[in-house]
């Protein structure tokens, strides 16, 4: 029995088969510089809830092989909640939008080593373009690289642990994360638990009021002055005025922003769960001598982060890891639930 096929199908095998190296994947963009898991894309198709993972965090966070597990549990806290997980990052120099498991075996192998790059938005043009020309690089996007995938995908909730900010002395040294300017230009809700402050948290809010990003905190039951957290600890010293008490709050503000058509996207600070908050003075003092080390040992640009990262979780000799995942775990179930609510309104 002879098969005969639309041009359109033609075309559509030959792409698939040319340009995707596995078949749990779908491609996209014109010439292959993406490619979608089955899962996420039929998810995108049928409207089912999505919610995009960075993945810097595992190549320049957590250790390998520390990082496998995390990787799949928050993977697992999505899927628990009803919605698709879409880990992301660069493989083979192809932007991933949700991970195989041999390919996230191969992100996770690949973190601290040389090679292995950080992807921010400015790293995507070189990267991808190297994959097309045949160099398969390997990269963990941070959340300014994830939200431009993301968005490109056509996912609108991204959860992940800690955003880039303002440095300190950023006033003279100008190192500001481009997630603050990602977020004034792309149209993605991004829960986390606020931002470290090894960050100038007043000099970053004030940033991101500049690129007119709406920066709101979940209440988690409280009432009255609510502060912006600061990542191990839920306050800041700076109150934010913009209070979501559920899940469906935020999605309504989320298809608000989408119905305004604004460019920029949200910044939704879930504070870490109060029985892993930790002790103010203890992690302050971690983070001062952390900070202190990188200026004395002149670590700055992309290689800042990811070293006073690593000094905090040495100098608190790993007590600041469950909070830490804590607040990741909570973070990811919070994007879960408000892309659930956000399906609901929405189809
Ligand atoms: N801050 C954290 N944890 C992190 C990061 C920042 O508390 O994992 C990572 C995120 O991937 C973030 C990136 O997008 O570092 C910001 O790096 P930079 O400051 O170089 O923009
Ligand atoms: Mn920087």
């Known amino acids: 029995q002879r098969v ?7 075309r559509k095998f030959t792409v698939t088969s040319n340009l995707c190296a596995s078949r749990e994947y779908v491609s996209s963009g014109q010439r292959g510089i993406a490619r979608t898991s089955k899962e996420v894309a039929l998810a995108l198709h049928s409207g089912k809830p999505i919610v995009a993972l960075e993945s810097a965090i595992y190549t320049h966070g957590f250790p390998y092989p520390e990082n496998i597990q995390l990787g799949l549990d928050l993977q697992e806290i999505v899927r628990s909640h009803g919605a698709v997980p879409a880990t992301i990052a660069v493989i083979d120099g192809i932007a991933t939008i949700g991970m195989t498991q041999p390919d996230l075996m191969r992100l996770m192998e690949s973190a601290g080593r040389p090679e292995t790059m950080k992807v921010s938005r400015k790293d995507l043009p070189y990267i991808l373009g190297m994959g097309l020309a045949g160099r398969k690089l390997i990269g963990g996007t941070t959340v300014s690289g994830t939200m431009v995938l993301a968005r490109r995908a056509g996912i609108k909730v991204f959860g992940t642990g800690g955003l880039g900010g303002v440095h300190r002395g950023g006033q003279d040294s100008m190192d500001i994360s481009a997630d603050l300017t990602e977020l004034g230009r792309t149209d993605i809700a991004v829960i986390s638990s606020g931002c470290k402050s090894f960050l100038d948290i ?31 600890t839920r306050n800041s010293g700076i109150k934010c005025s913009q209070i979501l008490r559920t899940p469906a709050e935020a999605a309504a503000l989320i298809w608000t922003n989408h119905m ?9 600070a879930n504070p870490i769960p109060e029985e892993f908050s930790m002790p103010q003075e203890f992690i302050d003092s971690a983070i001062n001598q952390a900070v202190q080390e990188a200026a004395e040992q002149g670590i700055h640009g992309h290689a800042n982060t990811p070293f006073i990262l690593t000094k905090i979780k040495e100098l608190t000799k790993g007590n600041s890891l469950p909070a830490n995942r804590a607040l990741i775990e909570s973070n990811i179930t919070m994007a879960a639930q408000v892309a659930v609510e956000l399906s609901a309104l929405l189809f």
């Open 4 to 10: 005969s096929c639309t041009s359109r199908q033609v």
């Open 202 to 232: 007043p000099r970053t809010l004030e940033y991101l009021e500049t690129q007119g990003v709406p920066v709101c905190t979940f209440a988690d039951g409280r009432t009255g002055d609510i502060d912006f957290p600061s990542f191990f």
């Open 260 to 268: 305004l058509r604004s460019k920029n996207g949200l910044l939704l």
